[in-house]
């Protein structure tokens, strides 16, 4: 599980790969991912994140990516993605 708390408003917000705002992350595969669980990259002061993450196993695609996601209206916008394997 994952979430982002505004410091000042104590609001609780869930991050882009979490499953209907539940903040779960998706299941996650082994087989042909990174082997482990996401990778998250931030900045106090930017607005940018960077979620290195394996697949949903839920789903057909089982690639791994990287998902460059921008803050902007009190949401997670997708910037870019790239595979990783």
């Given at each position: 599980?994952?979430?982002?708390?505004?410091?000042?408003?104590?609001?609780?917000?869930?991050?882009?790969?979490?499953?209907?705002?539940?903040?779960?992350?998706?299941?996650?595969?082994i087989v042909?991912?990174?082997?482990?669980?996401?990778?998250?990259?931030?900045?106090?002061?930017?607005?940018?994140?960077?979620?290195?993450?394996?697949?949903?196993?839920?789903?057909?695609?089982?690639?791994?990516?990287?998902?460059?996601y921008?803050?902007?209206?009190?949401?997670?916008?997708?910037?870019?993605?790239?595979?990783?394997?």
């Amino acid at each position: 599980m994952m979430a982002m708390v505004d410091a000042v408003t104590g609001e609780i917000y869930s991050l882009p790969l979490s499953i209907d705002d539940r903040l779960e992350l998706p299941n996650l595969c082994i087989v042909n991912s990174a082997g482990r669980g996401p990778d998250v990259e931030f900045q106090q002061d930017s607005r940018l994140m960077v979620i290195k993450a394996p697949p949903d196993c839920s789903k057909r695609n089982h690639h791994s990516y990287s998902h460059y996601y921008l803050w902007r209206d009190n949401r997670w916008s997708l910037l870019y993605r790239e595979r990783l394997d």
